[in-house]
């Protein structure tokens, strides 16, 4: 028959409708009051038992956003108070986002190494146009790096699009725990398929040298079988040639410039962590 769905259409609005006034009357206030103490009415509204129709009182009331709700994206940086990496970029500036974004609003700048010019895996500068950004979530899907996610920030409106709505790197900036904050099953997911909370360079670099540790144990074990099955002689030779390595060992004065360098570069990795949180500190006094 012409027309069916248009009436199926208009029973499910008409049913909509009654519900709204029946469940007042099942229900009583509860759904405006809450069922107990520990609920409250927005809750009550918001949950499966809700029926009808009801108004949000927007702003001081808020739907909660599910999970993988995309908005604008924002950039993964280290916490602020990681010990080794603070603040430090995930993003390689490989330019994979910015190829696959349908609307082409990403612009990225990648850094270069002031003495020697050549290019490093860290973007200089970093802009997205958010009136343009469709919000369809490529550049996350895409990124290798699990470097760009998308915020659930939603509002955003301001009178100045040009001066407010292209975002830099600093404004598109945030720590790592603000992404397990917003999305804790989808990070949880991504750091399993990475093999570890850590940046996946991290990672490699650290089965690296565990593979590089483990290698020279082996050897090392080795070289002491082999040594415990020579004749005596043989032994004694290779006493002596070890000592003889013992004598052209670097001198202690070589220990010590090593030891220096290493403190050198604690205490460079320790006034940048200081420096990251004093800007963490200076944004969030700002924002306020």
Same mark, same amino acid.
């Given at each position: ?47 499966? $038992? ?22 604008? +994206? ?11 990496? +603070? ?36 973007? %200089? ?23 760009? $996610? ?29 992404? %397990? ?7 949880? =997911?991504?750091? =399993? ?35 415990? %099955? ?30 220096? &360098? &290493?403190? $050198? ?14 800007? $963490?500190?200076?944004?969030? %006094?700002?924002?306020?």
């Amino acid at each position: 028959m012409f027309g069916q769905g248009i009436v199926k259409g208009l029973w499910v609005t008409f049913k909509h409708f009654i519900a709204t006034y029946t469940a007042d009357v099942r229900r009583g206030t509860e759904q405006y009051l809450g069922s107990t103490l520990a609920d409250t009415p927005f809750e009550v509204r918001q949950g499966t $038992k809700a029926k009808g129709i009801f108004t949000v009182q927007y702003p001081e009331e808020k739907l909660a956003v599910p999970e993988r709700f995309r908005f604008i +994206p924002f950039l993964v940086v280290e916490n602020y108070d990681h010990p080794e990496r +603070p603040g430090h970029d995930w993003c390689t500036s490989c330019g994979i986002c910015a190829k696959v974004c349908p609307p082409q609003c990403i612009w990225i700048v990648r850094g270069e190494d002031p003495q020697t010019k050549r290019p490093i895996p860290e973007p %200089q500068a970093f802009f997205i146009d958010i009136d343009i950004c469709m919000n369809c979530g490529l550049c996350a899907e895409f990124c290798p790096f699990d470097a760009i $996610k998308m915020d659930h920030d939603y509002e955003l409106a301001s009178y100045d699009r040009t001066a407010n709505h292209i975002y830099d790197k600093a404004k598109l900036s945030k720590e790592f725990r603000y992404w %397990q904050t917003i999305a804790p099953t989808t990070a949880a =997911e991504e750091a =399993e398929a990475r093999g570890g909370w850590e940046h996946s360079d991290v990672i490699k670099e650290r089965k690296k040298a565990e593979a590089s540790a483990a290698k020279a144990g082996g050897a090392a074990r080795g070289a002491a079988g082999g040594a415990a %099955q020579r004749p005596r002689g043989q032994a004694a030779a290779t006493s002596e040639a070890a000592a003889g390595q013992a004598a052209d060992a670097p001198k202690p004065e070589a220990a010590d410039d090593a030891a220096a &360098a &290493a403190e $050198k570069a604690k205490a460079e990795r320790l006034a940048k962590r200081e420096a990251a949180l004093a800007r $963490k500190r200076a944004r969030e %006094q700002g924002g306020q």
